[in-house]
């Protein structure tokens, strides 16, 4: 789970966490949850990537809010 990812990051004083999304869409994101999104509201003090798939015409993933401001505070 993202607290157990976020634990183990501190306990080895990682100077980063770098983390997948797989573009699950909104609602799916809302019923089914997601690590990166939880990682994202639980780690304030280690800096954290997340890496998305490729995008290819047609496969377009909005971000979230999150995402982006994690992404303008890099």
């Given at each position: 789970t993202a607290r157990h990812i976020h634990q183990y990051a501190k306990d080895q004083k990682?100077?980063?966490?770098?983390?997948?999304a797989q573009?699950?869409?909104?609602?799916?994101s809302f019923l089914l949850g997601s690590i990166t999104?939880?990682?994202?509201?639980?780690?304030?003090?280690?800096?954290?990537?997340?890496?998305?798939?490729?995008?290819t015409k047609g496969n377009?993933?909005?971000?979230?809010?999150?995402?982006?401001n994690l992404i303008e505070s890099i």
């Open positions: 990682a100077d980063w966490i770098i983390m997948g573009g699950h869409s909104a609602l799916a999104e939880r990682m994202l509201s639980y780690n304030e003090e280690i800096p954290m990537m997340v890496v998305r798939p490729p995008m377009e993933i909005p971000i979230s809010e999150k995402e982006e």
